[in-house]
């Protein structure tokens, strides 16, 4: 019964292949990083673009031809006897960074902490070079 149902309210659709596949290219991500090296080989790096893009964009087609049939069986004006479609397809994409990055890693307070650490070994040596300078040898006189 399904099947005389089916065959009763069914009709035929003609299938026209004249699209384009188009390998859209990929964003890239941002790999641009604030970087932190200490003495002790600790290191520390840190992002700088945001993590959240709007991208937006057109795809064109320009001289859509091909080895395509209409639905009557004859060919189009625009067919090309040699087979070969001619199909260009242009994309254009335009990227827009929506946040600022997020603090994941804080290489602010290891820079600090380095930077103080180095403070404090340079007010050592200039101590010690002093203390040099004062001491009086035996042979001095």
């Known amino acids: 019964m399904r099947f005389i149902l089916l065959m009763l309210f069914s009709s035929y659709a003609i299938a026209d292949s004249s699209s384009l596949n188009l390998n859209l290219p990929t964003t890239p991500g941002s790999y641009a990083s604030d970087r932190i090296r200490t003495q002790g080989n600790v290191e520390c790096s840190m992002a700088i673009g945001g993590s959240v893009n709007l991208e937006f964009g057109v795809v064109g087609v320009l001289n859509e031809n091909g080895p395509y049939r209409s639905s009557l069986g ?3 004006e625009d067919y090309d006897s040699e087979g070969l479609v001619k199909d260009v397809g242009v994309y254009a994409k335009i990227i827009i ?3 600022a990055p997020k603090t994941r890693l804080d290489c602010n307070q290891l820079y600090k902490l380095e930077l103080a650490r180095q403070r404090i070994e340079l007010q050592k040596l200039q ?3 002093n203390n040099l300078r004062a001491l009086k040898f035996e042979d001095d006189g």
Do not use: A, D, F, T
């Open 127 to 129: 101590q010690e070079v």
């Open 74 to 76: 004859s060919y189009s």
């Open 97 to 99: 960074p929506l946040n």
